[in-house]
């Protein structure tokens, strides 16, 4: 295990945001709410993904992916595909992600999440029916806002400011 | 990436091999719940784990929408009220006959030696938490095979047809709605009493699919369940028309039909529970 720096992420900080982030998804969420509800847990993972590879990475993505199945009641392994790849892309991109301020990190992991709703999208329609509609994109843009405002926040708790200093 | 602290050329797999070796899981995942369906164990498991922390999480919901909801509804109650007393004596009336028609009913079935009608008896759910699958809507309820649900079941509400109980665990249950993509319920015209088939769209809608274009459609028509397929009771309402078009394409009608039950609405269900049927040759 490597203390990259002293104050990110204990074990109870990871677990508690997961926690947090799938108690979330268990509120009973409808209507409009509910098409433009941001993926929280994918959110969540990812952000650890890129600041503990070392505790979260893709068991624990396909774990959460098979509990988020489970959630919508879908194919067994369509969003735990989709995370694991999630994972991977922050695993490759993660040095240059970890170079931005948060606004500019958010428009790095917008292709990422969409690319993962996207694999989301082929499963369901290779596994199950063909889509309905693009209404499946919706939440790959407010989970953009979302990691926007979790980049923000965290930047903000450690006393850095919202600018990049750079 | 290598970090102070951390072996340089540590021996374990690269991304690259964890990758693969995991959508290798995943893709057969996906395959054995499809074409097996061998992972029911695993659903039911998962459904242990989060039923306590779904009913947990909507208490509070609830209570927020109790308070916000308190003052602003007095008022509609009280109109609510005067309006239900009025309908409530118009239905005593309509209760009187269709007693009178019961008895008549089952008098004239005994004569012919009928069976009663399936979906007797009825179980109570309330609605717990609504899917987010892009591919097929589904509802979960607060029952499941403890209150002798099985998979197959309809699930109706105070408006109409909800859908159908498609997957049972010990204390929860996922109903697939009418509206799913693909979804189909035999269904007649109310008015003409033409059969037909009715197939959920996606997006909150149903089609009637295989009318010729000559059938006698009109927008406002209701379409009623038909009972040919034994799985739901005839005569409970499913959808009105909303629009009939014909196509130079095709030689069957488009009619896209709007469902009654509030789908997206209604907090609470009903699950009819017929007993099993044996048909004799």
């Not at chain 1, 720096?5 to 509120?27: C, D």
């Not at chain 1, 433009?36 to 990475?57: E, N």
Request: with cysteine; hydrophobic share 50%; aromatic share 8%.
């Amino acid at each position: 295990m490597t203390p990259s720096t002293p104050t990110a992420g204990n074990w109870r900080r990871i677990l508690g945001s997961l926690a947090l982030a799938v108690l979330l998804e268990q509120l009973p969420w409808s209507g409009w709410a509910l098409a433009v509800r941001p993926d929280f847990v994918l959110v969540v993972m990812l952000f650890w993904a890129l600041h503990q590879p070392a505790r979260i990475s893709f068991a624990a993505a396909f774990f959460l992916g098979l509990l988020a199945d489970f959630q919508d009641g879908a194919v067994f392994g369509q969003h735990a595909v989709a995370y694991v790849i999630g994972v991977y892309m922050v695993l490759y991109l993660r040095l240059r992600l970890l170079q931005f301020d948060p606004f500019r990190q958010a428009a790095q992991m917008a292709p990422i999440l969409l690319g993962v709703q996207l694999v989301v999208l082929l499963i369901g329609w290779l596994a199950v029916n063909p889509p309905t509609g693009l209404d499946i994109l919706i939440p790959a843009l407010s989970s953009i806002v979302l990691w926007y405002l979790i980049a923000l926040f965290v930047r903000l708790w450690h006393g850095k400011g919202a600018q990049d200093r750079a | 990436m290598a970090m102070p602290g951390q072996l340089m050329f540590a021996r374990r797999l690269g991304p690259t091999a964890r990758l693969a070796i995991w959508l290798l899981i995943g893709l057969s995942c996906v395959i054995v719940d499809v074409r097996y369906h061998a992972l029911d164990g695993l659903r039911s498991g998962f459904s242990l784990l989060l039923q306590p922390v779904r009913e947990a999480v909507r208490a509070p919901v609830n209570v927020a929408v109790e308070l916000t909801g308190f003052f602003t509804r007095h008022r509609l109650l009280q109109k609510e009220r005067d309006a239900l007393l009025v309908e409530r004596a118009q239905l005593m009336l309509d209760v009187d006959r269709a007693a009178e028609l019961a008895r008549e009913n089952a008098e004239l079935r005994a004569l012919l030696q009928l069976r009663t009608r399936p979906g007797q008896k009825v179980v109570h759910a309330a609605l717990l938490y609504q899917g987010h699958d892009w591919f097929a809507q589904h509802l979960t309820l607060d029952v499941g095979s403890g209150a002798g649900l099985r998979v197959g079941l309809p699930v109706i509400d105070a408006d109409g047809l909800a859908g159908q109980v498609t997957r049972v665990y010990p204390g929860s249950s996922e109903v697939t709605l009418v509206s799913s993509a693909n979804q189909l319920t035999p269904v007649f015209v109310e008015r003409t009493g033409q059969r037909g088939l009715a197939a959920g769209s996606g997006h909150g809608q149903m089609e009637l699919r295989y009318m010729p274009s000559h059938t006698d459609l009109r927008p406002g028509d209701r379409l009623l369940t038909s009972g040919i397929d034994r799985v739901y009771p005839a005569g409970i309402p499913v959808a009105t028309i909303s629009r009939v078009s014909r196509s130079q394409s095709s030689p069957y009608l488009r009619v896209d039909c709007l469902p009654l039950a509030g789908l997206d609405r209604s907090r609470g269900v009903l699950v009819l529970i017929a007993e099993p049927q044996v048909t004799k040759p």
